[in-house]
C-alpha cells in the first residue's frame, strides 16, 4: 500500500520525479444508475515528514561515528508502523467513516554536489517502500531542509490533518509550529532519540516515540546498555545514558 501520492524533489541533479497533482477522485460506490450522486468523502492525512540529515546526524553521535546502510532505521518497519497509527486515528476520527484517513510520509534529505547518483538507489528504495522525496542541494549551512519541512506541513495543514507525525531532534525549528498545531486539536507526535529529545520530552502538548521503540526499526539495538536505556525511559532522562544521572 502506497503511503503516499507524490514525489517532490528540489535538486540540480534530479534524483526522482517531479510534483503531480492528483485528481479528485471518485470512488464506484460514488455512482449509481442514475448517474453520479456524489464524490469521495474528505480525506484526513496522517503526515509524516522525516528530517534525514538531523537523524542521521543524531545516530551517528550515539553510535560515535558514521552509520553504515545496515545501522540506519528500516522504512519498511517505519511505514507498517504509520499505517498502524493511522487505523488508529481513523478509529477515533469524530467524523467516522464520512471521512477517509490515509497516511502520507515524504522525507527530507540533502544531496552534496555530485552525488545523486550515490543517493538514487537509496531514493528508489524509499519510493517503492511509499515513501515520497524531497531532495534538496546541499550548497551551504542555508541548505538545510527545515524550511521546506515547515511550508510542506502548512500546506497539508492547511488542506486538512487528521495527525501529524515529525521525526527531528531540531527543537528550535519546530517545537513551536507543532505545539501550535497540537493545541488546535491535531494530535502530534516526534519521533526521535531520546537522548536528542528534551524539548519535546518537556512539551505538555507533543507525543514523544523513541524510534528504538517502534518494532523493525533498527536491525540491532543501538550501543548503549539495556539497563541505561530503561533507567533513562523510567527518569525521563533526556541525555545520554552515560550521564550522571543515569
Not at 517532490?8 to 455512482?31: F, H, I, K
Not at 510520509?105 to 547518483?117: C, E, K, L, M
Request: net charge negative; with cysteine.
Amino acid at each position: 500500500m502506497s503511503l503516499t501520492e507524490d514525489v517532490t524533489t528540489q535538486a540540480s541533479e534530479p534524483v526522482a520525479g517531479t510534483p503531480v497533482s492528483p485528481l479528485p477522485s471518485v470512488l464506484p460506490g460514488d455512482l449509481s444508475n442514475d448517474g453520479l450522486t456524489g464524490l469521495a468523502p474528505p480525506t484526513g492525512r496522517v503526515l509524516l515528514v522525516w528530517d534525514a540529515p538531523n537523524l542521521d546526524m543524531g545516530l551517528g553521535s550515539i553510535l560515535g561515528r558514521r552509520p553504515t546502510a545496515l545501522e540506519r532505521p528500516r522504512f519498511d518497519a517505519l511505514g507498517r508502523w504509520l499505517l498502524a497509527r493511522t487505523a488508529a486515528v481513523a478509529a477515533r476520527a469524530p467524523g467516522g467513516p464520512a471521512i477517509r484517513v490515509e497516511p502520507e510520509a515524504t522525507v527530507f534529505t540533502n544531496i552534496a554536489p555530485g552525488s545523486a547518483d550515490v543517493v538514487r538507489p537509496w531514493v528508489d528504495a524509499l519510493r517503492n517502500v511509499g515513501f515520497a522525496v524531497f531532495a534538496k542541494p546541499k550548497i551551504d549551512e542555508d541548505s538545510d531542509v527545515d524550511r521546506d519541512m515547515l511550508e510542506h506541513i502548512d500546506k497539508r495543514y492547511r488542506e486538512g490533518l487528521a495527525a501529524l507525525v515529525v521525526a527531528s531532534a531540531d527543537g528550535q525549528a519546530f517545537r513551536q509550529p507543532l505545539e501550535e498545531i497540537s493545541r488546535g486539536g491535531i494530535p502530534v507526535q516526534v519521533l526521535g532519540f531520546r537522548e536528542h529529545a528534551s524539548w519535546a520530552l518537556a512539551s505538555d502538548t507533543l507525543e514523544f516515540v523513541d524510534l528504538e521503540d517502534i518494532a523493525g526499526v533498527f536491525r540491532e539495538p543501538l550501543p548503549e546498555s539495556a539497563s541505561i536505556r530503561y533507567l533513562s525511559r523510567e527518569l525521563g532522562c533526556s541525555r545520554s545514558g552515560r550521564c550522571p544521572r543515569c
